[in-house]
């Protein structure tokens, strides 16, 4: 039976041909992983358990106030700040609850979690792509994969929706709303607790 590939709210693609949930491996280290988007919180919630003493990172554009400044300062253009927030795996799932449906699906915003302790990461990336490394062993992140049905493929056989991109099948990455609130809110509320900004990055 054909998968229906679901698309997040803050993405619009017309074409996204033969892409389907799957995964394959790099490396040794490291795996990349298309996932529909009803099913990247689960993956994330399972896999942020097998990082050892974890922290949470996001990454979201500046806003127009911001980026307003870093012209008058002569820094032109588009940029994005790196935030980190040092979590116990409590957090990191309290976090995934409360503010998950909205960064998955926030066309803007990219998230993940790394381990303070080993070379471990989660990355949620552009175009619901999802980066698992382990430096040592991906063995554990497979393990989640497969009891996700979620299939393996050779890299000559793995599509996913940014190498479909073209003049002719362009996207649209945007900014999510949900429930009142954006990627600017979650910031706001988890500074309260500690959420640091770590970087100003221009964008190529």
Same mark, same amino acid.
């Given at each position: 039976m054909?998968?229906? #590939?679901k ?6 693609v /017309? ?17 990349n ?23 949470? #990172?996001?990454? /979201?554009?500046? *806003?127009? /106030?911001?980026?307003? =400044?870093?012209?008058?300062? +002569?820094?032109? +253009? ?6 980190n927030?040092e ?12 503010? %998950? ?5 926030? +066309?803007?915003?990219?998230? %993940? #979690?790394?381990?303070?302790? *080993? ?19 991906t ?6 994969l ?13 599509? *996913? ?9 362009? /996207? ?7 429930? +009142? ?13 500690g959420? *640091? ?5 221009? =964008?190529?």
């Amino acid at each position: 039976m054909q998968e229906n #590939f679901k698309i997040i709210e803050g993405l619009n693609v /017309a074409n996204i041909k033969g892409v389907k949930t799957a995964y394959s491996k790099i490396n040794s280290s490291e795996i990349n992983c298309v996932i529909s988007a009803e099913k990247i919180k689960s993956i994330v919630k399972k896999a942020v358990k097998l990082i050892k003493k974890p922290y949470f #990172f996001l990454e /979201a554009p500046c *806003t127009d /106030a911001q980026e307003a =400044e870093l012209s008058k300062q +002569g820094d032109r +253009g588009s940029h994005m700040q790196l935030y980190n927030l040092e979590v116990t795996h409590d957090v990191a799932d309290a976090i995934l609850k409360r503010y %998950g449906d909205l960064l998955i699906n926030d +066309g803007l915003t990219n998230f %993940g #979690f790394c381990s303070l302790e *080993t070379e471990t990461e989660i990355y949620v990336m552009p175009f619901q792509r999802i980066m698992l490394y382990n430096k040592n062993d991906t063995g554990a992140f497979e393990k989640i994969l497969k009891d996700s049905s979620i299939s393996q493929l050779k890299p000559e056989e793995f599509i *996913t929706i940014d190498s479909l991109l073209s003049r002719e099948n362009p /996207a649209d990455r945007v900014l999510v709303e949900l429930n +009142g609130e954006t990627v600017f809110d979650v910031i706001e509320n988890l500074k309260e607790v500690g959420l *640091t900004l770590c970087e100003t990055i221009k =964008e190529s």
